[in-house]
């Protein structure tokens, strides 16, 4: 099992071009998640999703749009890229195994703005 | 609301001295508790979960409800512990809370 993949792992943007980072999992996760990492911040919840079809804001929304049109794919969206966006954004899934809902991470992607 | 904070952002200690990184949070219903740890140029894989109130790698962590505290240990660290560490509150999976995350570094 490849687990939790992203794509790309890098990526650099000019301000106001579009993109989208898909994630994609193989364990047939009920729950996905998308996060930003920037220092001092920890990680912030920027969309998660429950399952297929379902989408909800999290912590930090504004800017990104998200999919989940498949279960096993959960694609975020930058409509017009802004300096702020710079950042790592990491996926997570999760599944309640025994009363947990353990996540499970992806490698992440590094993207700049410019 | 939901919070985590994690007050030191750079912990340094020499090797086999003991560690304590400090979590508290706050929740008004009753939380499921997590550390996942960042090695160097790594993803984020999970350490400890409150509920297995297992030992990972040598670390324990007690959730205090009273304290509202949910603080990493280790008696005696080793240079490979150096990595960061965060810790998480979790919602019944609907929204995770992750804290600001503390640096840990162990000196030879």
């Known amino acids: 099992n490849a687990g939790v993949t992203q794509t790309p792992k890098f990526r650099v943007l000019k301000t106001g071009q579009s993109m989208t980072l898909l994630c994609a999992q193989d364990m047939n996760h009920e729950y996905m998640y998308w996060y930003r990492q920037d220092p001092g911040m920890g990680l912030r919840l920027i969309h998660y999703?429950?399952?297929?079809?379902?989408?909800a804001k999290g912590e930090v929304p504004d800017g990104y749009n998200v999919s989940r049109l498949k279960k096993q794919n959960f694609l975020l969206g930058l409509e017009s890229a802004a300096p702020s966006q710079t950042s790592v954004y990491f996926c997570?899934?999760?599944?309640?195994?025994?009363?947990?809902?353990?996540?499970?991470f992806g490698p992440g992607t590094r993207l700049t703005v410019t | 609301a939901q919070r985590v904070t994690q007050p030191e952002k750079l912990l340094s200690v020499f090797k086999g001295a003991p560690v304590e990184l400090k979590c508290n949070y706050s929740y008004s219903g009753s939380p499921e508790l997590f550390w996942y740890v960042q090695y160097s140029r790594q993803r984020l894989q999970l350490l400890l979960r409150?509920?297995s109130r297992e030992s990972i790698k040598g670390f324990t962590a007690d959730l205090n409800k009273g304290e509202t505290s949910f603080h990493l240990k280790k008696p005696f660290a080793q240079e490979e512990d150096s990595a960061m560490y965060y810790c998480a509150l979790n919602n019944y999976g609907q929204n995770f809370v992750f804290g600001p995350g503390t640096r840990l570094s162990v000196l030879p």
């Open positions: 997570a899934s999760s599944h309640p195994r025994l009363g947990t809902y353990e996540q499970y």
């Open positions: 999703s429950v399952g297929e079809g379902t989408t």
């Open positions: 409150h509920i």
